[in-house]
């Protein structure tokens, strides 16, 4: 930055207001350019009301000759994100005196006085001004353009016409038929067709046609159904009129409503258009939707309009190949095997604009796919999960640097059984063991899957065969006693289970038998049951805890003894006799928030009899209760009692308390 510049004055601004930012303008000649700076000074003593913005000191520095205006902090740091928080503002939040309005005014070729018009005009300026910068910047760079949709043919490819006869008609096995399933028309035969007398045609529903008998699917031709309107979506390769850039169109193939098809370019609504020039990619829609209740409202758009991204429109498509080696030659993309990977085997969907992008965008996609590890391309085409994205470096350029561990270790597997979470496992294990690590190792990382990152704590004490051995003599134990483990991922999520059970018990995995014990089923239940009985040690002495301080509140008079349980086993058996709840407050006695009491007769102090709860914090019973659940109110002997124990033990001690 030129030295005038970056000693040029930030003014400070302080006043107790609604005014966000004063702005003040300074107009010094630099390089013989005349330039305006424009500075925001945000005021320290502004009184923001509800949610307040980040607001810093900022500088607008606009230079015609030299370059797009720049927006910097007090640092001189650029900050072209905080353009949006100043057309964020309320504009009347911002002073700025007459002088320095003329003078943007006049910068800007602007007639404009007032403050709110503009600042506003002034900051869609400079917005102006960097969004043709960046149109520039891409036209050199060779980048599609947004008008680029033009250079694609208007015509329909050689042989569309045909092809759609020949494959996609007679594929359209389907009754469109009227309100009450009576009368519909039959596109597998052409002809009216009437329901029979005892089934009439049903929505979304399997039929038979009364006419040629073919199985159809029946769509109600009132419905919003994709298959009611649409026969297929169908995608066609065309080269530009530019010779450089290769166009997918995609087109929708509407229903002929007399199903006798004399005029399919009629019937063909074209709706999008994707390019791929060199590395650059783009897509346009003519045609746009909503999903809304279950709904799809399809609307058409005046113009072809620029969308982000590749999506698919409507997620899928049947791909036209005629003219594909033609339409590519002289690209980047006429030795991609195109026709290959539309006849491949794999089961995934085809995305031959993935395809033909990924071959342009990553070169060692070219290598992959001729040595025959082709999966990593479907995968690729269909997304990666999250662990797998960095699996491989797709950007390199050789087979041989994209994978993360040598190349020796891709003999472990045929190429056409590589999976990309198979190439995740290798580069985890090499990075764990290097140089050390073996084929055999790997193939028994392989045969266990994405589950060896489940069996970290035996990694730590075992190598990955031994644990892989012992994970498949267990599964054959398991499954051999019918113990529930299905499969071998069953057997590692077991296994992974008790081992964190081991780690709780602080029991040593060094000792083999405890790491690889001979049977992993009963093991794992006795670490299982060990781990309760510890948790349950742990709140049998909290609950211990709150049964002392119950001591004090035991009474006996009168034949009747009121007395805290001795154990958490006792409040269960009390529930379970005196067909109450009482069973599930353990929990609440052992955290102290509520006091449980037993009211027996002193003959027998062990026998259910009532059962009272008391709060803890009022010393006010909650209630007190015998079998099913009957209060003590309907036996004046037992209130009596509860009565004379609350005055003479629980309130005078209460007393005592705060004395």
Same mark, same amino acid.
């Given at each position: ?19 966000? @930012? ?28 509800? @949610? ?146 005892? /089934?009439? *045609? ?117 791909? *036209? ?44 996609? &070219? *290598? ?59 580069? &985890? ?64 999520? =077991?296994? /992974? ?18 790491? *690889? ?16 009985? &510890? ?58 928030? =509520? ?36 209060? @003590? ?19 005078? /001690?209460?007393?005592? =308390?705060?004395?």
């Amino acid at each position: 930055m030129d030295r005038k510049l970056k000693e040029l004055p930030w003014p400070a601004f302080h006043e107790e207001s609604n005014v966000k @930012y004063k702005v003040t303008v300074n107009q010094p000649v630099v390089k013989g350019e005349r330039l305006l700076v424009v500075t925001f000074t945000k005021n320290t003593g502004y009184q923001a009301v509800g @949610y307040a913005q980040e607001t810093i000191d900022l500088r607008v520095i606009c230079k015609k000759k030299y370059g797009v205006p720049i927006i910097i902090d007090k640092d001189g740091s650029q900050r072209r994100s905080f353009l949006n928080i100043l057309l964020g503002c309320y504009y009347h939040y911002i002073f700025i005196e007459d002088k320095d309005k003329k003078r943007i005014a006049s910068y800007i070729k602007s007639k404009e006085n007032n403050t709110f018009y503009l600042v506003k005009e002034f900051l869609t300026w400079i917005q102006k001004a960097w969004d043709t910068e960046a149109v520039e910047k891409r036209k050199a760079q060779g980048k599609l353009m947004d008008e680029d949709y033009a250079l694609c043919p208007e015509e329909l490819p050689n042989g569309l016409e045909e092809w759609i006869k020949r494959c996609i008609l007679p594929e359209d096995n389907v009754i469109i038929h009227k309100q009450g399933g009576w009368k519909g028309k039959c596109y597998a035969c052409g002809q009216d067709v009437q329901a029979n007398a005892n /089934r009439r *045609f049903k929505h979304q529903h399997s039929s038979k046609c009364p006419n040629c008998g073919t199985e159809v699917i029946c769509y109600r031709d009132t419905s919003d159904n994709w298959n009611a309107t649409t026969v297929e979506n169908i995608v066609a390769v065309q080269k530009g009129t530019d010779g450089k850039t290769v166009f997918f169109r995609q087109w929708r193939l509407l229903r002929d409503h007399t199903a006798r098809w004399e005029n399919i370019p009629q019937c063909l609504k074209e709706v999008a258009r994707y390019a791929i020039r060199g590395k650059d990619t783009a897509k346009w829609q003519k045609e746009g939707k909503d999903n809304y209740f279950m709904r799809c409202e399809r609307y058409t758009l005046e113009n072809w309009k620029r969308w982000n991204g590749n999506c698919i429109y409507d997620n899928g498509f049947t791909f *036209f190949p005629g003219g594909v080696q033609e339409n590519l030659a002289g690209t980047q993309m006429q030795y991609a095997d195109l026709d290959g990977y539309l006849r491949s085997e794999r089961g995934y969907s085809k995305n031959p604009i993935y395809f033909l992008e990924y071959f342009v965008k990553y070169p060692v996609t &070219e *290598f992959l796919w001729k040595a025959g590890y082709r999966n990593l391309l479907h995968e690729k085409i269909w997304g990666l999960k999250k662990e797998e994205r960095n699996a491989i470096l797709w950007q390199r350029t050789k087979l041989k640097e994209c994978f993360r561990f040598p190349m020796r270790f891709l003999k472990a597997l045929p190429p056409k059984e590589w999976t990309m979470d198979k190439v995740a496992i290798t580069s &985890e294990m090499w990075k764990r063991r290097g140089s050390r690590l073996t084929e055999d190792e790997l193939k028994a990382a392989l045969r266990l899957g994405n589950s060896v990152k489940e069996l970290e704590r035996a990694l730590n004490h075992a190598s990955i065969i031994k644990i892989s051995n012992y994970i498949e003599k267990q599964f054959e134990i398991g499954k051999s006693a019918e113990l529930k483990l299905y499969s071998v991922a069953d057997t590692i999520r =077991t296994y /992974r289970d008790y081992l964190y059970e081991c780690e709780q018990l602080q029991l040593p995995l060094t000792d083999n038998m405890i790491l *690889f014990p001979p049977h992993l089923m009963a093991a794992h239940e006795r670490t299982m049951a060990q781990v309760k009985f &510890e948790k349950n040690k742990a709140d049998q002495e909290k609950f211990q805890k709150q049964i002392k301080k119950l001591e004090k509140f035991i009474w006996e008079d009168g034949g009747l003894l009121i007395r805290p349980p001795v154990k958490q086993e006792e409040i269960a058996y009390e529930g379970t006799v005196l067909h109450h709840c009482v069973g599930g407050y353990i929990k609440q006695v052992a955290d102290g928030n =509520t006091a449980i009491l037993f009211l027996r007769h002193a003959s027998e102090p062990d026998k259910p009899f009532y059962t009272l709860e008391l709060n803890p914090k009022t010393l006010k019973v909650v209630q007190c209760r015998t079998d099913q659940n009957k209060s @003590y109110d309907r036996e004046p002997e037992i209130k009596e009692f509860v009565e004379t124990w609350l005055q003479k033990v629980v309130h005078k /001690r209460k007393k005592k =308390t705060a004395a």
